[in-house]
């Protein structure tokens, strides 16, 4: 199953490049469904958003927005992020708490043709609800990124945190290879270095944790909503691929 999703997903690609009226294909998302979420039946509900434009002006940096309606007798435990056309479908999942069953969050993620992007959202009963947009875009994940060059990593690992009108807003200087992309001096590809996991604590207790694939765009951005009425320090932690640990602590 997971090398014939790969045939459809690079066959798909070949035929974008040759057609640039290509539009997202529902054909993908029944395989990405069998082997993300086998034999288990998903509601398209209202109360779960995925919103982004419907033309990017960058494949490397598309900007998404993931909404959340607390609803009575559903508390979502997890939310997927999915790019039905990336040679890896899985951009992101997101592990809510109390604090984040509202949610509204930003983020950019890299797409490498036109797809559906989705998210599926997991209650504590194991019921999943989804929601879709068609969004296209092209090079993402493959696009040329220089390896060499110092801005890449000046700064490596820098968390950014804004708190402003009852959002929290991070972002990690990061390059976040995605392994698709050519290094043009060896010839071969820049190896995998990514973001993997970011994880939030306000007063010492966790209000949000995220794990990251390759699709999240360079110097991973986050950006949602948390309602306190405490004063306190909000704890980023993010993790990265080398096992290298960034921290960043703000009073709030």
């Known amino acids: 199953m997971k090398i014939l999703l790969k045939i459809i997903v690079s066959f798909l690609i070949l035929v974008g490049s040759f057609n640039l009226r290509a539009d997202a294909s529902p054909d993908l998302w029944p395989y990405i469904q069998e082997k993300m979420f086998p034999d288990t039946e998903i509601v398209e509900a209202d ?3 995925i919103d982004g434009p419907k033309r990017a002006a960058s494949g490397a940096q598309v900007p998404v927005n993931i909404k959340l309606a607390k609803t009575e007798g559903v508390h ?21 708490t109390d ?6 969050l930003f983020t950019r993620i890299r797409m490498e043709t036109d797809s559906f992007v989705r998210v599926v959202g997991q209650d504590t009963d194991g019921n999943l609800y989804m929601s879709k947009v068609a ?3 092209s090079g993402g994940c493959s696009g040329y990124m220089d390896v060499h060059d110092p801005a890449l990593t000046k700064d ?11 959002f929290i807003t991070t972002r990690i200087k990061h390059p976040n290879f995605t392994g698709l992309q050519k290094d043009q001096d060896s010839g071969g590809y820049i190896p995998e270095w990514i973001v ?15 794990e990251n694939d390759i699709s999240i765009s360079q110097d991973p951005y986050l950006k949602f909503r948390f309602v306190t009425n405490n004063e306190g320090t909000l704890t980023v932690s993010a993790t990265d691929t080398k096992s290298t640990i960034f921290l960043k602590s703000k009073k709030i």
């Open 47 to 49: 109360f779960i958003k």
């Open 99 to 104: 604090e984040t069953q509202n949610l509204d």
């Open 135 to 137: 969004i296209r875009a």
């Open 156 to 166: 490596l690992g820098k968390v950014l945190v804004k708190t402003k009108n009852d």
């Open 76 to 96: 979502i435990q997890k939310i997927h992020l999915i790019i039905d056309a990336n040679p890896t479908q899985h951009a992101a999942t997101y592990h809510l």
């Open 196 to 210: 993997k996991q970011i994880r939030y604590d306000f007063n010492g207790k966790r209000i949000l944790a995220v």
